[in-house]
């Protein structure tokens, strides 16, 4: 059998701890058997960025805006205890913060659902993604208390030095607290852009909800950037595609993604989407089941796995012992990142390759055999638990008779 060509690099940036190890596997024993990997190397492990002060991370970021496509392994961000561990001259910022800030993305992520693993809302039954909008909000705030006879004021002063003012609250009977939050048109605008992409992508609806009806102008400009763009920029090619945007207050937005059976985007503010996101993935059951994927709004896409580099499993697997982590969502961000290099390349090859590795790996749990995280979820009764490496080996004996 010969091997599957890919025309354009693909960008790949390796890792830090147990998912770098989990990396090299997975290449030597389900990728590079089927396909002639053509990537163009990002040694993004905290030694590598420490040792070209983290340059690495920027040009990896670059590539991925010449090459359109990249896939990426859990890396550490720095904290006090890494300092001493790996020697390093500064806590470098984390990758992932320094990369969306190069391509200006939006994360969207998706839990991979499989027979046996029941999320706890039971109608579930197809993918949630949520998309988080990340920039400003309370994650830019300013914030003051405020003593008992103050009074608050919102300030703008224009570029000619003309004031506007507006009474936040006079302080006349307590002491209190204030707090001054900003988002930019253009952002906004960036974030609708990719989720209404992404939309036409999976061809899936794309959910949107704000609190309007109490903020008339803050959140309210959302939902006018949303509605603008979508009438002008993607209504047709929605109808065409028989995918609709629906925008909701979060209230009931809430309350539908409750009764709803998934298979939606749903887009939202920064704090909505910090927040549901980690409701969502737990519900659907296991963070080592959840891709995630950087979209920009000009159509480039990095894709990697939510979890971090599981330093726990690592430490046990330096002093031997074995490990059972769960490679699904890795492995998840390679077959994402093939099947879009495929699209992109027009080579149908390389995306029926990708299409038959996800199923392999889905097979291989329903059939019983899982990692350690699994085994305790799922419901199956034949199930098997099996160390990290057995477990991409099972993968691969689905995949043998899947290519052949
Ligand atoms: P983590 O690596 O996600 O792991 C937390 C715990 O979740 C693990 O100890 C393990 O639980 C479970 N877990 C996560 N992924 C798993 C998998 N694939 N298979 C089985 N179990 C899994 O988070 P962390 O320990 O807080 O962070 C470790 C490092 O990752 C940090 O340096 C952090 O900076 C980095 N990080 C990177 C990214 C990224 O690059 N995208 C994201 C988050 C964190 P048990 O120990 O109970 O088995
Ligand atoms: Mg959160």
New binding site residues.
């Given amino acids: 059998m010969s091997k599957i060509k890919m025309t354009t690099p693909l960008v790949e940036m390796d ?1 830090d701890e147990m998912t770098r190890i989990l990396w090299k596997w997975i290449k030597e024993i389900l990728l590079e058997p089927y396909v002639e990997l053509n990537t163009e190397y990002y040694d993004l492990g905290l030694e590598h960025r420490e040792k070209t002060k983290d340059k690495v991370t920027f040009d990896s970021a670059e590539a991925t805006k010449k090459y359109g496509v990249a896939v990426k392994c ?4 720095p904290n006090a205890a890494r300092m001493p561990e790996y020697n390093l001259t500064e806590m470098w910022k984390s990758p ?1 913060g320094t990369i969306r800030a190069i391509l200006d993305g939006t994360v969207f992520r998706t839990p991979i659902i499989v027979k046996g693993i029941e999320p706890y809302i039971p109608t579930w039954t197809k993918p949630i993604t949520i998309a988080r909008h990340a920039y400003g909000d309370v994650y830019k705030n300013t914030e003051l208390r405020v003593q008992k006879g103050s009074k608050a004021e919102l300030v703008v002063t224009d570029k000619d030095g003309n004031e506007t003012r507006e009474l936040i609250h006079d302080f006349t009977n307590s002491d209190g607290i204030i707090q001054g939050l900003h988002n930019l048109d253009n952002s906004i605008a960036g974030f609708a852009r990719a989720c209404l992409n992404y939309g036409l992508d999976l061809k899936q609806d794309v959910w949107f909800a704000t609190k309007d009806t109490i903020s008339k102008k803050y959140d309210h400009r959302f939902k006018d950037i949303f509605q603008e763009i979508y009438d002008n920029e993607y209504k047709e090619k929605y109808e065409a595609a028989g995918i609709e945007y629906f925008y909701t207050l979060i209230d009931d937005a809430v309350a539908r993604v409750i009764r709803s059976n998934g298979g939606y985007i749903w887009a939202c503010k920064n704090y909505d989407g910090d927040v549901m996101s980690d409701m969502v993935s737990t519900a659907y059951g296991s ?2 089941m959840m891709t995630s994927v950087l979209v920009s709004p000009d159509g480039i896409y990095e894709y ?1 796995a939510a ?7 690592y430490y046990k697997y330096l002093k031997g012992e074995e490990t059972s ?2 490679s699904v ?1 890795t492995i998840f961000a390679w077959s994402g990142a093939l099947r879009k290099r495929g699209e992109l390349d027009s080579t149908p090859e390389l995306c029926e390759f990708a299409d038959k590795l996800e199923k392999a790996t889905i097979q291989t749990i329903e059939e019983g055999v899982m ?1 350690g ?1 699994l085994y305790m979820l799922s419901k199956l009764e034949n199930k098997k638990k099996v160390d990290s490496k057995t477990f991409l080996e099972e993968i691969n004996k689905r995949l043998e008779a899947l290519v052949k």
Avoid: C, F, K
């Fill in positions: 890792g859990a890396t550490i961000t992932n963070l080592a990697e979890h971090g580099t599981v330093q726990r499993h982590t769960n969502a990692t995280d």
